[in-house]
């Protein structure tokens, strides 16, 4: 493994910086960390059409899987915050669906990651398990 905690949460702090986010001002950015060492990472994406806008770990979800990488996922960094102001403020955590995205990522992988919240004060460090409990998963289609 090449990356750290603190590698991947600044991996995470330079793809908010990336982010398309002109009606909300607030960016997001995720990184990825997988066992092999690579390191994948996505901003958040809005559209005028709210309902199409992408959360940065789904766009990171979106980078990995057609890029062909089935790896072990072991991490994800997540911050966030208004423009000039990342990282400050409470910590930001994936939303539902992101949660959804990063736990098929883990299972294919058998995984369970840490999830880095990143925050103003604090990193929130809880497992994928935790934020996600009794996942749906490619298990459960058979």
């Given at each position: ?56 770990e789904t766009v990171a979800v979106g980078k990995v899987l057609s890029a062909g990488l089935r790896g072990r ?45 990143v925050g103003g004060d604090e990193v929130l460090e809880i497992r994928l398990s935790a934020l996600l409990p ?9």
């Amino acid at each position: 493994m090449s990356w750290t905690k603190d590698s991947l949460i600044a991996a995470a702090r330079d793809a908010a910086a990336g982010a398309y986010a002109p009606y909300s001002q607030f960016h997001v950015g995720a990184a990825l960390g997988f066992a092999d060492g690579s390191v994948v990472t996505g901003a958040n994406v809005e559209n005028a059409s709210y309902g199409l806008t992408l959360c940065a770990e789904t766009v990171a979800v979106g980078k990995v899987l057609s890029a062909g990488l089935r790896g072990r996922l072991e991490a994800v960094a997540v911050i966030g915050g208004k423009a000039g102001q990342l990282g400050r403020g409470a910590p930001v955590s994936p939303c539902g669906r992101c949660r959804q995205m990063l736990s098929e990522v883990a299972q294919l992988g058998d995984s369970d990651p840490t999830v880095w919240c990143v925050g103003g004060d604090e990193v929130l460090e809880i497992r994928l398990s935790a934020l996600l409990p009794h996942a749906f998963g490619p298990a459960n289609l058979t």
